[in-house]
């Protein structure tokens, strides 16, 4: 989600990894990601960022987002590291329109910098007292 100071620039499709952990993401929220799927081909990363985190941001031009865009999140789940962490996955859209890649930090005490596999991830839900992570605007 960028909002470090300074965000990495790229401008790549995505690799292997980050297009089946998004789809794997938008395949669990019935038509809302279904609706969003046909993007992720054509979507191209433009920047990730700087805290070395394997989070992405996501764009369908090479100008990135408008300003002043809102973030909105729209699938999220929870997973444990090999080390055993608590860490955060969800997908973001911007102005309607797939966004990005997040992966953050539930309990503090490792960086995501390696993206889950689908498997080992479960329902935000399913873990009582946390709330999702609220939109932000970049």
């Not at 990495?8 to 279904?34: F, Q, S």
């Not at 609706?35 to 985190?53: H, T």
Request: aromatic share 8%.
């Amino acid at each position: 989600m960028a909002l470090h100071a300074d965000p990495i620039l790229e401008n790549r499709p995505l690799n292997p990894e980050e297009r089946r952990l998004i789809e794997w993401l938008l395949t669990r929220v019935g038509d809302r990601g279904a609706r969003l799927i046909p993007e992720v081909d054509r979507s191209v990363v433009f920047q990730r960022c700087s805290c070395g985190c394997a989070s992405v941001d996501l764009t369908l031009s090479d100008t990135g987002w408008p300003p002043g865009s809102k973030l909105e999140v729209i699938s999220d789940s929870l997973y444990r590291t090999p080390r055993g962490n608590l860490c955060g996955a969800f997908v973001f859209t911007v102005c309607e329109r797939l966004g990005g890649l997040e992966l953050w930090s539930v309990d503090g005490r490792e960086m995501p910098a390696d993206l889950p596999r689908s498997e080992a991830l479960f329902p935000f839900e399913e873990f009582p007292g946390l709330s999702c992570p609220e939109p932000s605007t970049p």
